[in-house]
């Protein structure tokens, strides 16, 4: 079957990211598009496929929300501000090039990544339905089959020997019924699950879980500067060394991908949120077990922008998404790798690194934590 990415998607209409203060947007002109050559290593093989091409169901859901009043304030920490130097110094992803300097004001966060137990309260609360539980409508789609216009996700195959990998429909597998109550699909469930991190969420699913509680997704620069948990330039959010003194510091994969997840981290597969110890800011999970959604559209060429200035503050993306790998799908910035990741094809758990996905697209390795400038939460200092 065909993957439903190569299907017109629907735009409903521009999508607007509230400024609200802060930097304005970089622009990239359509020359500079067509000049872009994706770069060897740009693609990592571990993220997801653009799988589900949904109606978007409103501009106003993207926006960054500032104003309302948190529900849940338990189990955020206060990440202080600062400067810092963005990017990934090592790393071989030219994305996330030229390192640079960026200012982000103080602001709220989660501790863990939203959990299964957190967001079923929403759903409990309002009736919301994610992306992968809303069929296609056929009107729109009338060439789609009955079956390609069921519900569902992508979910992870290991095969059971070695495969190509230049191939990800070796390990992505498209499955109807699959989605955040039923993680690998119908006949699984959430049962002794409730503190791992929801998944199978696209970015419109994260927004309107943020716009119920009060908060909002980081900005890129947010996140980063509070996964490097005070640490200057460091590859992890823990120091330089990926397992120091032989322990495990992150829910990655270890073992041949995609047919061997040998665990020796503890876990196969996704883990429980906080199951390796926090950052120098108490923030669990800033490397591996799940990427993370942010507010900024991905672009190659964000940094080259905001490297032109000695100190960017605050930056938001560019004003348009565009991956060379897939021009017509529209992206926002994922950070942190995820338990897929690995040093043998994408090292994305390292702090300075970027990946990004579809939209309209959750996964069973995608996840999301908030922030907040709550002024009332200071009472908490
Ligand atoms: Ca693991």
Not at 89 to 110: C, I, K
Not at 274 to 289: E, I, K
């Amino acid at each position: 079957m065909r993957w439903k990415k190569y299907l017109p998607y629907i735009v409903a209409s521009s999508v607007v990211v509230v400024a609200g203060g802060y930097a304005a947007h970089a622009h990239f002109s359509e020359r500079e598009k067509a000049e872009f050559n994706p770069p060897h290593g740009a693609y990592c093989l571990t993220e997801t496929p653009s799988a589900g091409l949904r109606a978007l169901t409103s501009a106003a859901s993207t926006e960054i929300s500032r104003s309302k009043k948190i529900k849940d304030k338990s189990g955020m920490v206060w990440i202080p501000g600062g400067e810092f130097v963005m990017g990934d110094r090592e790393g071989s992803f030219p994305d996330a090039h030229p390192l640079h300097r960026v200012r982000v004001h103080g602001f709220w966060m989660d501790s863990r990544v939203v959990t299964n137990d957190e967001f079923a309260k929403f759903v409990k609360a309002t009736g919301y339905k994610t992306i992968a539980e809303r069929p296609l409508d056929p009107k729109e789609f009338p060439a789609y089959s009955k079956e390609m216009l069921k519900p569902g996700s992508i979910v992870f195959s290991s095969p059971e020997n070695p495969v190509a990998l230049d191939d990800y429909r070796n390990w992505w597998k498209w499955m109807p019924g699959a989605s955040w109550r039923h993680p690998q699909g119908p006949g699984s469930d959430l049962k002794g699950k409730g503190h791992y991190p929801v998944v199978h969420v696209a970015y419109e699913d994260a927004v309107a879980y943020a716009q119920w509680i009060g908060k909002r997704l980081p900005t890129e620069a947010e996140w980063e500067f509070a996964a490097r948990g005070g640490l200057e330039e460091k590859i992890y959010p823990w120091g330089d060394e990926l397992r120091p003194d032989g322990k495990f510091m992150a829910n990655t994969w270890q073992g041949h991908f995609p047919d061997r997840d040998l665990g020796e981290d503890g876990f196969k597969g996704i883990a429980p949120v906080a199951s390796f110890p926090p950052n120098g800011y108490g923030l669990y999970d800033m490397s591996g077990n799940v990427w993370q959604w942010v507010a900024d559209w991905y672009h190659p060429r964000t940094y080259e922008r905001d490297a032109q200035s000695n100190l960017t503050i605050n930056p938001q993306g560019p004003s348009e998404s565009f991956d060379p790998v897939e021009p017509s799908v529209r992206k926002k910035v994922q950070r942190g790798g995820s338990f897929l990741c690995t040093d043998q094809y994408c090292s994305r758990y390292r702090t300075g690194t970027r990946g990004k996905g579809d939209i309209t697209s959750g996964a069973p390795h995608v996840g999301f934590r908030l922030v907040s400038d709550d002024s009332e939460l200071n009472n908490k200092l």
